[in-house]
């Protein structure tokens, strides 16, 4: 039941991108086509667990024995650089089109704030499952990540997939590119407010 409620949770109820704000960077400026939204989901998807499951054993098992929480941030950032490289060299490997597709988009995945936020989130935030001190043990945290992620994901191509017949329509001038994408943003973020109270 606690794994339900994560998922459920970190998808809807306290989306990383509508009710927490962050990967605001990515999600305006890959949103404008489908695809390349598919793409860069699948990839901070990727990014967001597996750094999440490498930064909680860093902190378990070196950080927190001696000591060196001090350090977390900056553990976490490294960590999290060396992964984006590898997505980075198996994508232009595996698929060069979805590569040449995600251009300059790619390293912001290591800026982006949202796979730092998870990272940090997972090890400091006390989550209440009926104990107020519940700390996410590595299940739990490899399934808040993953279903973080998910939301993201799914955030990032409802809004494209809006963006898209947004282009094809009559906007007013003034609203044209980023004024009405934030329009359509913050339109998104109060639907997604109905899921609050579920969990």
Do not use: W
């Amino acid at each position: 039941m606690e794994y339900f409620l994560i998922i459920i949770s970190a998808i809807f109820v306290n989306n990383i991108v509508l009710s927490q704000f962050l990967g605001i960077c990515p999600f305006l400026g890959v949103s404008n086509k489908l695809s390349t939204a598919t793409g860069m989901s699948a990839a901070v998807c990727f990014v967001i667990t597996l750094s999440t499951i490498v930064t909680y054993l860093l902190n378990k098992y070196l950080l927190d024995p001696y000591g060196l929480t001090f350090l977390q941030t900056i553990a976490f950032i490294l960590v999290i650089a060396a992964l984006v490289q590898t997505v980075e060299i198996v994508l232009k490997k595996t698929s060069p089109s979805l590569y040449q597709a995600l251009g300059i988009y790619l390293p912001l995945i290591t800026t982006n704030c949202a796979v730092l936020g998870v990272a940090i989130t997972v090890v400091t935030k006390q989550f209440t499952f009926g104990d107020p001190a519940h700390m996410l043990n590595l299940g739990e945290a490899a399934v808040y990540a993953f279903a973080t992620a998910v939301g993201y994901g799914v955030a990032m191509i409802i809004f494209s997939g809006i963006r898209e017949h947004l282009a094809l329509n009559d906007v007013p001038k003034p609203f044209r590119g980023i004024p009405i994408a934030l329009v359509t943003a913050s339109i998104l973020a109060m639907a997604f407010m109905g899921f609050s109270g579920l969990v």
